[in-house]
């Protein structure tokens, strides 16, 4: 079974509608964060949360927001979707305690349309 | 003001040959360097790392350079195998930001057999 599962995997959705991207974790980490992939731009930092009461904007937060529901969980929420969030995006975790604390596990991805 | 750059976006090689992979960054303060290797349809997954303590980190085929007074890190494939064809991230991350992750945009690694 995969450490890092998000879901869905792939979404369609129209401009202005509500839309939640959900990761859940079985590596046991306390971080985790949310990234966004556009061609030529390499993964950019939308959010992290150092705990489930430590919530922190990335680079590129503007349009988004999370929520920390537990230690495996973290989703992101796009209020109201517009076409330039098309992308695709990840989830990660990293272990604060664990020797390698650089290093930080990716899901499979989400990719999102924003029509 | 992108601040880990990956100037190639795509190189071609022959099987069995080396595979050199190119990153640059601007923060002085970055202090621990990740490759990051993605095939299509899933996510990054680490290759190699190398702490700015250390000129070089070594795995197997795979070895990681880093030049602190150019600000620069390179990735040596040898040999490569068609299995290595895929994007390849640098990222970097600084300590006392917390560790997150800085990455440039890519370069699409294709080995020919």
């Known amino acids: 079974d995969a450490d890092v599962t998000q879901t869905p995997r792939n979404r369609i959705t129209k401009t202005g509608k509500r839309i939640m991207l959900e990761c859940s974790q079985t590596?046991?980490?306390?971080?985790m964060y949310w990234y966004r992939q556009d061609p030529g731009l390499g993964l950019r930092l939308i959010y992290y949360?150092?705990?489930?009461?430590?919530?922190n904007k990335g680079e590129i937060s503007d349009g988004y927001s999370v929520s920390r529901q537990a230690q495996a969980k973290f989703s992101l929420s796009l209020e109201s979707a517009i076409p330039n969030q098309t992308a695709l995006y990840f989830c990660?975790?990293?272990?604060?305690?664990?020797?390698?604390?650089?290093?930080?596990?990716f899901g499979p991805g989400t990719r999102l349309t924003v029509l | 003001d992108q601040q880990v750059k990956q100037n190639s976006p795509s190189l071609s090689v022959q099987e069995g040959r080396i595979s050199i992979l190119n990153c640059d960054y601007t923060n002085s303060m970055f202090d621990y360097f990740l490759w990051y290797k993605k095939y299509p349809a899933e996510g990054p997954t680490f290759l190699i790392s190398?702490?700015?303590?250390?000129d070089k980190n070594e795995d197997g085929r795979f070895t990681v350079f880093l030049n602190k007074s150019a600000k620069h890190l390179s990735l040596h494939i040898v040999p490569s195998q068609p299995g290595d064809s895929a994007v390849y991230f640098c990222a970097a991350s600084a300590s006392a930001a917390g560790n997150k992750l800085t990455f440039g945009g890519g370069t699409r690694v294709l080995v020919k057999p």
């Open positions: 190398i702490s700015s303590i250390k």
């Open positions: 949360s150092f705990d489930v009461k430590d919530i």
């Open positions: 590596k046991g980490h306390d971080r």
């Open positions: 990660a975790t990293s272990d604060s305690q664990g020797t390698s604390y650089n290093e930080q596990f």
